[in-house]
């Protein structure tokens, strides 16, 4: 797992023309893993993607110069490499080939649920070597997944940029990122303690940076020929479950 932390201290609008990327977009009914450490409290955001109007600029924030579009009842988050080919740009980010989307007035503790989809990249490096995180603050929370496997670190935001420095919570070899296969994703934050579930793995971390303030507070972000979100739905933060102290135990083993 080296490549996926380098040097790391371990501690416990546009039209768009949308690629044919081989799917079927939102495939079959979303199964979401269910929570374990909290009760959910208020509706702060939900999206299905239905219409054009749910992705605008008081919810949604798109970085990099990534494209949306909203079709079929999905959003695409494309890359400039590929939305702005054969398109002039000054920006550094012209040749880009990452897409970054993010969710605004995320509160700093909550429990989300949402599906999402990687594009397969048509470059074979890229297919090798893409990547996608799954921020909860930019570079702060984050779950980076590749071919190889995926980790949980808390990034060199919060542990000082001057050193490069990341603490991992948990490696997790198994959880692969695959092209083309929708992920029900369900993370929940409080206090020092976070969740993640996707596809069957649970990852879990506890630190006392987890509590502290970060910048943003829910981002994907993608390299290689962008992605696919199907629906989201971002709730408070409510009580911790009853049973949340034997799943702790379990999970911290």
Known sequence: MQRLAPSIVTITVLAIVIPAFSTSLSAGKAKMPEPIMLEKGETVISKSFESASEVDKKSMAFRKLTQDEVQDGVMHALPPSIALKGKKSDSQWATSTFARAGLLNVPAEFVAQF??????????????????????????????????????????????????????????????????????????????????????????????LIAKERYDKFNIDVDGAGFVWDEVTIWAAGDYRSDWEGEREKLSI
Not at 125 to 154: F, N, Q, W
Not at 162 to 177: A, G
């Open 115 to 208: 599906r999402w989809k990687y594009n397969r990249p048509s470059d074979a490096k890229l297919r090798k070597t893409g990547l996608a995180y799954i921020d909860l603050g930019h570079r702060c929370i984050r779950v980076t997944m590749t071919p190889e496997g995926s980790v949980l670190v808390l990034e060199n935001h919060l542990v000082g940029r001057e050193e490069r420095l990341s603490i991992v919570l948990q490696e997790v070899p198994n959880l692969k990122l695959q092209a083309e296969k929708w992920y029900d994703v369900t993370v929940e934050v409080k206090g020092e303690e976070v969740v993640f579930q996707i596809d069957g793995q649970v990852l879990y971390g506890r630190h006392p």
